[in-house]
């Protein structure tokens, strides 16, 4: 993988980019700025939002690996939890790489990240899977530990735990408008 990586400035991705229109994004966007800068943000969002809670997931995993056993229901939904958070981690991270990277005047630095890209999204994508698989061994257990009284969840509450992806949502905004308009 490394070695494709490497040699991708003679590659075919390298030789479009350099025989292409050189706009400021890919030629999938057709010169259209707001789809690119939309684009640009929900990837930039979606990885770090994604990271965020891969690192929230496996904190619990660790503080909790002397109390909780593998079969759990709650064992279960952090595994589903964590792949499915690593599969958008991964897939929006390439994604969101593609972009930022993007650069017709350096084709083959573009070229090795459209590679870089397209041996990520598999990993991502299988990540999807196994959370997909787990979902539905795991789905009866779940549901029939979920059905079980007291069930009364307060969500409200829980709301400031979500200040910090509305800043990364925000901060991802506008570095996306500002690659966008500055390009």
């Known amino acids: 993988m490394i070695t494709a990586i490497m040699s991708a400035a003679g590659s075919a991705a390298a030789d479009a980019v350099r025989m292409g229109p050189g706009t400021t994004a890919p030629p999938s966007f057709n010169e259209d700025p707001s789809l690119f800068l939309f684009n640009l943000f929900i990837m930039t969002a979606a990885t770090f939002l994604g990271a965020m809670m891969v690192g929230k997931q496996a904190n619990r995993v660790w503080a909790q690996r002397f109390h909780d056993h593998p079969l759990d229901p709650v064992t279960l939904y952090r595994a589903i939890t964590m792949l499915a958070a690593i599969g958008l981690t991964i897939r929006c991270g390439a994604a969101a790489m593609e972009l930022w990277g993007w650069n017709p005047d350096d084709p083959s630095t573009t070229a090795r990240v459209l590679m870089a890209k397209r041996w990520l999204d598999p990993i991502g994508v299988g990540?999807?899977?196994?959370?997909?698989?787990?979902?539905?061994?795991?789905?009866?257990?779940?549901?029939?530990?979920?059905?079980?009284?007291?069930?009364?969840?307060?969500?409200?509450?829980?709301?400031?735990?979500?200040?910090?992806?509305t800043a990364i949502i925000a901060l991802s905004f506008v570095a996306a408008m500002a690659a966008v308009c500055l390009r």
């Open 127 to 165: 990540c999807g899977f196994l959370w997909m698989g787990l979902a539905i061994l795991g789905e009866p257990g779940i549901e029939y530990q979920l059905r079980k009284n007291p069930l009364p969840m307060d969500m409200w509450s829980r709301w400031p735990a979500l200040a910090r992806a």
